[in-house]
């Protein structure tokens, strides 16, 4: 059960048409909560320049929070409050996500860890569609975090089982701080099984897992020396969801239907592959033709091809491709249509 409180403005639960909504989940938070929404809304309120609302996610709180987010959202304008009556902080952003009207669904830990100035570079890629998921990334080149060493090993040994057993390619799915178009949350969200901490982590790698684009903004990040997480019994929930995605997959599940995917995603399945590997093939060629022509002068013919061939593997190097046997096959088809275009030309005007 969900209970909505009236805004500063008097209106009802239903919120207004926004860029972006923000959700703070909260269980037991009575001592930092109030300080940490008047920050945010006084940060939204002077800095942020796209239409916002805040949404305090209260999940089954024991103590004076559900009334302290009752005052805030009656005081500050552009901030309501949910209760729900099951903890889980994956519960809380499932219900506030899935009814949502926002562009752009997000959430943040309540200690506020990561530096606000990273909001606007976490949205934007969705606004402009260039994305479909963004996250905070503690672990990204740039990212300047302060934090104990226990920490930091259990983030990094975390996201190193994760890559493991996953292969998941984005390098912080714990970091509190990340951002959903609306139209890929609902479509998403529906196949996240977890309720718990282990949500966000589920719904990176199901997105993943269906070819969707993941933004990694580098963040500036403050450990909460308060915080009040159990990381042993954490741990374990997440060591059991890793299990139970792999096993997801194996068994063919966590598939989005084609007709749920955005339009301007290319897929994971074998066409996507085929444009991809036609675009990368076509560019390579291009330029091992141009390069061919530029360099056969002055350094001979075996020394251009030579050359021309290396750039154009630092060209599949720059475009991600990182497989050997790709890299192999890309270069020796370049070599291949380049020979063949060769031959022909002097067929037709050489040997004619």
Not at 281 to 297: D, I, N, Y
């Amino acid at each position: 059960m969900t209970t909505a409180l009236l805004s500063a403005e008097g209106s009802t639960s239903r919120q207004r048409a926004v860029d972006v909504e923000i959700v703070i989940p909260v269980h037991n938070e009575e001592a930092g909560l109030e300080e940490s929404v008047r920050r945010l809304h006084g940060y939204l309120t002077d800095r942020f320049p796209l239409t916002w609302i805040v949404t305090i996610a209260d999940n089954a709180s024991r103590d004076r929070t559900w009334g302290i987010a009752c005052r805030l959202a009656g005081e500050l304008s552009g901030v309501r409050a949910v209760h729900l009556d099951e903890k889980g902080r994956g519960r809380a952003l499932r219900s506030t996500w899935m009814a949502s009207t926002a562009a752009v669904v997000s959430y943040m830990d309540v200690d506020l860890s990561t530096d606000l100035d990273a909001l606007l570079p976490l949205v934007a890629p969705l606004l402009t569609g260039h994305s479909d998921v963004a996250i905070g990334s503690r672990l990204a080149r740039g990212a300047q975090v302060v934090r104990g060493p226990k920490r930091e090993v259990i983030s990094r040994t975390y996201n190193l089982i994760l890559r493991a057993t996953l292969r998941n390619g984005f390098s912080d799915a714990q970091c509190g701080f990340k951002a959903v178009r609306r139209d890929v949350a609902v479509a998403l969200v529906p196949l996240v099984e977890d309720n718990g901490w282990f949500f966000d982590t589920e719904l990176l790698v199901i997105a993943e897992h269906n070819g969707l684009r993941i933004h990694e903004v580098p963040v500036d990040w403050v450990d909460d020396p308060d915080s009040r997480v159990n990381i042993t019994s954490t741990a374990v929930d997440d060591l059991k969801g890793i299990w139970r995605l792999t096993r997801r997959f194996a068994r063919g599940e966590g598939r989005l239907p084609v007709d749920a995917l955005p339009v301007n995603t290319v897929g994971s399945g074998l066409a996507g592959q085929l444009v991809r590997f036609g675009s990368i093939g076509l560019l390579s060629t291009a330029t091992f033709a141009v390069l061919f022509l530029v360099l056969a002068g002055p350094l001979g013919p075996v020394m251009g091809d030579v050359v021309a061939l290396a750039v154009c593997a630092a060209v599949l190097g720059g475009l991600g491709v990182s497989s050997l046997a790709l890299e192999l096959l890309l270069v020796t088809a370049i070599n291949a249509a380049v020979t063949t275009g060769r031959f022909l030309l002097m067929r037709r005007w050489v040997f004619r």
